[in-house]
């Protein structure tokens, strides 16, 4: 991965909180526009973390400019950054950025934003082929619609939250009684709540192969 910010502490920070994440590493810094430019043809990353704000060019042309050399056009690129014009905001989108976090964030909003991608990433290197319900999920159509709705009569918001957080905390994913025993829960309630979170995309489900009988579910938070 590689930061791109003017403030160096920022960066520092940034860098951080990115090497706290498993399966994430810093291969560079960079605090300008040109210097983002040359770093990526020397480390030819996979993410870049983009201020909209820099010395030289602005993130959004930087990203384009990426993008516009073959060699990087598998490059994603979140925005972090105190810019908040709603025409920076739509040339990121249009320029291709899977999201765009507004300074100031926590460490906890950034690896949310990251492991979605590495997420996204992941799901569509295993795609033969995408279905109507890989793309709502994977452009986020359809968490926002269940997002806007109340939640399945049975289900209590309160309880929602406590398995949301628990899942939140394992990031490496649970199966419904890991996640029972966890936030002391029943198995029964965990599986319905994980199963809901699952049927609106917010929770990733794989399937854990071994011994007889049916494999297990594991769920995995990737909203």
């Known amino acids: 991965m590689l930061v791109v910010d003017d403030d160096f502490m920022v960066a520092k920070l940034h860098s951080r909180y990115v090497a706290a994440l498993d399966g994430f590493t810093v291969a560079g ?3 300008t526009g040109a210097e ?3 770093a990526a043809d020397a480390l030819r990353p996979d993410l870049v973390l ?3 704000y820099l010395p030289d060019m602005d ?3 930087v990203l384009r400019r990426m993008r516009a050399r073959e060699e990087h056009r598998h490059v994603d690129a979140l925005f972090i950054t105190a810019a908040k014009d709603p025409h920076a905001v739509r040339e990121a989108l249009r320029a291709g950025a899977l999201h765009y976090l507004i300074k100031p964030f926590d460490r906890a909003a950034l690896q949310e ?3 979605h991608a590495a997420a996204l990433r992941a799901r569509l290197d295993t795609l033969d082929e995408a279905s109507q ?3 709502d999920q994977i452009f986020g159509t359809r968490p926002r619609g269940s997002r806007s709705r109340g939640l399945p009569k049975g289900l209590a918001a309160h309880t929602a939250s406590l398995v949301e957080r628990t899942l939140r905390e394992h990031s490496e994913g649970l199966s419904a009684a890991e996640c029972a025993e966890a936030g002391a829960f029943s198995r029964v309630s ?4 994980l199963e809901y979170f699952a049927e609106t995309g917010r929770a990733e489900v794989t399937l854990r192969y071994g011994g007889t009988g049916r494999p297990e579910r594991r769920y995995r938070w990737i909203a």
């Open 190 to 193: 965990a599986r319905r709540y």
């Open 113 to 115: 934003q990251l492991r």
């Open 133 to 135: 319900e890989d793309v």
């Open 50 to 52: 983009l201020d909209v």
């Open 59 to 61: 993130g959004i042309s």
């Open 36 to 38: 983002a430019l040359r």
């Open 29 to 31: 810094v960079a605090h």
